[in-house]
C-alpha cells in the first residue's frame, strides 16, 4: 500500500475546485469546500465501542478547525477530523444512487 491511510476519525480531504460559491466560517481555512477522498475506521470510545464516521469518499464536507497539510512520498495529503464537518453533501444521480462525478 502506498498512500497515506487514515486512522481513527480522520478524513483525507482536497479542496473542492467546482465551487461557485464559498461557505464562509471564522474557523474554517479559507471557508472552502473539501472533497473527501479517504475516511479513517472511526474512534473507539471509552466503552470499547466504534464510532463509524459519517462521511464517506465522495461527499463534499465544509470543516471547521485545523487541516493539516502532510507530505508523504512525493504527494500532499490535507487531514482533518471527521468530527470537524460541519455540514456534508452526497451527490448522488437522481433515483439511482450513483454518486455523481465530481
Known sequence: MNKLQPTSDFII???YKDVATSIISPDSSKGELYHVLDVGPGFITSFGKRIKPLVKPGDIV???GNILDIPFQGERYQVARGGDVIAYYRPVNEGIGIPDKI
Do not use: D, R, W
Open 13 to 15: 480531504v482536497e479542496v
Open 62 to 64: 465544509a470543516i471547521v
